[in-house]
Every structure is written in C-alpha cells, then in structure tokens.
C-alpha cells in the first residue's frame, strides 16, 4: 500500500524559488519550440574569464581533486582576507584566514550564518523586497523573518528609523543587501553608516549580502566593511559568482569573527563539508591575479551599465514606474496598474502567454504589486523584452 509524503516540519512551510521555476518554465516553453526571451535570470550572461578557467585546468593536473579542509584551502581563504582588507579604513585591525569559512557559494554562507546565529525565538530585520531566500533561511533556522517594507519614493530602501520601528525584545539580527536583489537599489553611505550604528547600539547580528558590490554604476556601492563600528557583530557574505561571471563554480565566503566562523565550519562539515577543490583554485586565481580580474570585471559591468541604460530608455513614460537600479542588473517595476489582488503575478503570467517574456512576480519578493525583469543577456534582447512588458503594462492600464 503507497502512502502519500507528509514533509517534516522542518520544511512544510518553505516556498519554492520563484526564480528558478521561472527558469523552468522558460526552459519548458522552448522545449516545446516558442520562442521566450528569459528575463528572470539571475545571473552574468558572460564567460567565466579565460584566465581563471585556465588556472581550473593547471589546478587539476596538478591534483586538485581531493577532499580539502571543511573550511577551504588556506591560500584561498588568505587571498579573501586580503581583498577585504583592502575595504578596511586606515588603522583597522586586518582580516585574517582564521575569520574566513569558503562555502558552495554565497547561498550556503548565508544559510550557515543563520543557523550559527539564529534560533527559535529570535527575530531577524528583512529590508523588503529582498531575495527570497533569505526568509526560507531564517525559516529553516527556526528563527522569525519580520519584514521591514521600503517606500518606493526611497527605492524601495529602509531607513534605520524604520528598522527601529520594527524590532522587538526578540529582535537579534538584520540582514542587509546593497546592491539589492530584487531592486537594483544602492545603499548610500549615509544610510548603511545609520542602519550599522543603530544594529551596534542593540547588540544585533548585522549579516551583510555583498555578492553585486563590484556591480555599480552611479558610483562605487559602499561595504559594510568601510562604515561598522564594530566588528564582532557583523558577518559579511560574498562569493565569484557575479562578478566574476563564475555562477557554476558554487564558491562563496563568509567573514566573521573566529568563534562564527568556527561555528559556521561545524555547521558546514555536517552539511556539505569542502567546497569543491577545483573551484577554490579557479577563486583563487579570481582573487590574485588582480590587475586581470579587474578588467574582466570591468568590461563586464561597462556593459551591465550599457544595458542598464538602454532598458531605461525603453521604458519610456514607464521609467517612473521602476526603481533606478543603480546596481545589480535587475528592473524593479510597478505594475499595480495591472489589477487584481496579485498584479504581478497576473503581470507575469499574461506576459508569458501573449508576448513571450518571462520575468518573476513581486509576491517572490513580498511585494505583489510589482515584477523584477533581469538585463543579464543581450542588450538587443534586454530592449526588446522590456518593450513587450511596456506594450502590455500600457495595453492593461
């Protein structure tokens, strides 16, 4: 006799991720031979750079194909303590590798975070909209996600005022994201510098998602690194994945203070243990050989920037319905317009079906009134899949 699956109540209440059942059914719609042009990605449409697939290739005749320690190769980890310290304002106390846990990406950085740092009855400050993994997380670490919702006249940005409005007793962290994903949106100075003295003031855990920081184009985005007041509440997450075009290599860090960071190994050796050998190599070589690296990067976010306009100027009068996105490569659009209890699923969906555009719902984000479009891919294919979203925003309004 077949007996139907009840989830644990580790994760009956998780959500599957938006974005990737976008993918899914994008990759579902070609398959069947339509033509969708995906702009629900999230991730760089460039190569990973020649040189860092090349030090990949050394790495593994040379013998990178090993277990390595839980917490990543020392040279790598050494190599991300010197790229943070060159963040660090004069007199700072330099990183070292003893602070620094290398993970499968900055997805399981984050994650070993929460559960280093959170339990049941404490709560954790969500700037909202934010990637909506982080609420699963937080979730999985039976902690409580409170989400403190932006105005749109800020981009959608939270002021430390608001944060303040909304903690509790309970309240023990706040996780902060600049550039932001879902809104492209970048933290000025002013206002990390108030929402991190205002985290040092309570005591709280400041967990900070750096992973676009590279990726600005009005003006370099600030690291919580250059503004904390302390650093023995603050973990910082970042990774290759986005500016160095290196999604598929699944590494990501954390620094943190060694007792977290020793935490966050334990946590990691029961989960997934080393990241892969050869991909710490390829991070390596990412991280060292700077004056490459950068202008890898740099040609990159010259044409992030280049589609970032063009979409803008596609927008037309619907411009003043995004939020500028000063960072990251995603529009963050208002398409409340559109009706219905959830206008942006209802967006997404008739997009999909009557113009052949995939892009995610706002309800991902907790922000059902509006849809994130992504310009990681051409920038002639960016045009034109924003210019069918503005034919159908000004054909349902």
Known sequence: MSRSFVPSPNIARLKESATLAVAAKARSLRAQGIPV?????????FDTPAFIREAAAAAVEAGATRYTATEGIPALREAIAADANRLLPAGATPFTAAEVVVSNGSKQSLFNACMACFGPGDEVLVPTPSWMSYYEMLELARATAVPVFGHAERGLKVTAEELEAAATPRTRGVMLNSPCNPT????????????????????????????YLRIAYDAPATSALQLAPARDRLILVNGVAKAYAMTGWRIGWAIAPVAVAKAMTSVQSHTTSNPAAVSQHAALAALTRVDEANAAIDTMVRAFHSRRDAVLDALGTARSLAVHPAGAFYLYLDVSSFGGEDPGAKFAAALLDTHQVAVVPGSAFLTPHWIRASYATTEAIAVDGVQRIVRLLTAGA
């Not at 933290?187 to 005591?203: K, N, P, Q």
């Open 37 to 45: 042009i995906d702009l629900g990605a999230g991730e760089p449409d």
């Open 184 to 211: 492209g949106a970048v933290y000025s100075r002013e206002e990390l510098e108030a929402i991190l003295a205002l985290a040092d003031r309570h005591g709280w855990w400041v967990i900070s998602d750096e992973i």
